[in-house]
Each structure stands twice: as C-alpha cells, then as structure tokens.
C-alpha cells in the first residue's frame, strides 16, 4: 500500500511540473465530502486530508471520470523536487464528487 501511495505521489508531482498553458482551469465545487492521503512534506509526510462540502478549487476534467484539482499553490520549496520538503500541488479526485462551476 505504501509503494501505491508513493507512486501515486510521485506522478502528481511530476504531473504539477507540466505546462499550464496546455488546457484550461475550470472551478469546482465540492458536493460530497472526500478524503485522501496526500504528501504535506517536510517532517510530517502523508497525512489524510478532508475537503468539505462547498469547498472550491481550480483544476482540469481529464474526461475519464476524474479531475485533477489544485490543492497547494507551487513555492520554491517544489523547484527542486523530489526532497524531503516537497509537498503535493495536486489531487486526482472522482468526478462524482465534484460539480463545475460557471
């Protein structure tokens, strides 16, 4: 579970160096609550994060059922990653939690 974990870590990071420009940013909102493991970095590792019901952040539909959301805003501390202190950007999340926003 542990080797899952980092590999999917290991993608979103990789995943948040990608280009901006090549799609466009959509909001979305929260309609059921969610949870998942994500990397904070630095002494404290994984952790599980909740997001709430109303919660909004921007992200891209990836058209096959999920969507990648925003969760931190990119720093210095990302630029030369992998390190102990990097920390998740993103979040591949079920499109069924979600709904756009217009």
Same mark, same amino acid.
């Given at each position: 579970m542990k080797?899952?974990?980092?590999?999917?870590?290991i993608s979103l990071?990789?995943?948040s160096c990608s280009s901006d420009s090549e799609t466009s940013k959509e909001r979305f909102?929260?309609?059921?609550?969610?949870? #998942?493991?994500?990397?904070?970095?630095g002494?404290? !590792?994984i952790t599980e994060r909740s997001f #709430?019901? !109303?919660?909004?952040y921007? !992200?891209?539909?990836?058209?096959? !059922?999920t969507v990648i959301i925003r969760i931190a805003e990119h720093?210095?501390?990302?630029?030369d990653c992998p390190n102990s202190w990097c920390?998740?950007?993103?979040?591949e999340v079920p499109v069924e939690y979600l709904k756009l926003i217009d």
């Open positions: 080797r899952f974990i980092f590999l999917v870590v990071v990789f995943n909102e929260f309609i059921v609550e969610y949870s #998942a493991q994500v990397m904070v970095g002494v404290i !590792g #709430a019901i !109303g919660e909004v921007t !992200g891209t539909d990836n058209g096959d !059922g720093s210095e501390l990302n630029n920390y998740q950007e993103l979040l």
